[in-house]
């Protein structure tokens, strides 16, 4: 079975700082990773996705996260945030067997003026 | 492409009161997954479709939910007297399997359920 662990429910930022969400997962096989943004009142968006290759995987707004294999991690960074990043973002794992997600309790992200 | 939608999006019924779900997926996806948040929680599965066969069920989905598929099209999640503990976002999801398949799930907006 697959978990995933959001270190930090919340992280407080200031507007064109940098941001890094952690987030550790375990799993006996390998699996797909994901972080997803959830925008106040509206459903899940798919930011980026690692499925296999390159470690460092580009996603959009401006967001990249970095698989690490030996870390079982894949936080999610930004260099520079805006207020409009301001939304609770989820990091989840699937089996690519059944591509059902496994989603961690995610972080809101608070930007300060 | 116009998404996966779903409906109504809010619903508000009392205790022991029976309520249904809808959630149409984008046309061409074969699997469909619904999932349920509470608050503060990240979302968790709760069924999923392969067309019109329903494939696995989580330990979550007690007796009084079911959920169908008919013709692999739209489906529904219907909860039979619900409980205040039933109070949350009930999300819909799909995704295409095959050749073209790019591994992703689109969710719709979700149908924000509370139980007075």
């Known amino acids: 079975a697959q978990s995933v662990t959001q270190l930090d429910s919340q992280v407080p930022v200031f507007e064109e700082a940098p941001v890094e969400l952690r987030c550790n997962y375990s799993s006996s096989v390998s699996v797909y990773l994901f972080w997803y943004v959830q925008y106040p009142n509206q459903g899940l968006q798919l930011l980026l996705k690692y499925l296999s290759g390159s470690t460092l995987v580009k996603g959009i707004n401006g967001f990249e996260a970095e698989f690490n294999k030996s870390q079982t991690s894949f936080h999610l960074r930004k260099p520079s945030v805006h207020i409009s990043d301001t939304a609770e973002y989820f990091c989840?794992?699937?089996?690519?067997?059944?591509?059902?997600?496994?989603f961690g309790k995610g972080t809101r992200l608070h930007i300060l003026p | 492409d116009t998404g996966v939608s779903q409906d109504p999006r809010h619903k508000i019924t009392k205790r022991g009161q029976n309520v249904t779900f809808r959630c149409d997926p984008i046309?061409?996806?074969?699997?469909l997954y619904w999932y349920r948040q509470t608050l503060g929680q990240g979302p968790e599965f709760l069924t999923y479709f392969q067309n019109e066969a329903q494939l696995e069920k989580s330990r979550l989905l007690s007796d009084r939910f079911s959920a169908e598929r008919p013709k692999g099209s739209f489906s529904t999640l219907e909860i039979q007297r619900t409980e205040q503990g039933d109070s949350a976002m009930y999300l819909c999801?799909?995704?295409?399997?095959?050749?073209?398949?790019?591994?992703?799930?689109?969710f719709g907006p979700g149908t924000r359920l509370t139980v007075t």
């Open positions: 046309s061409e996806h074969n699997r």
């Open positions: 999801a799909s995704s295409r399997t095959g050749l073209a398949v790019n591994y992703e799930q689109y």
């Open positions: 989840a794992v699937s089996d690519p067997r059944d591509d059902k997600i496994i």
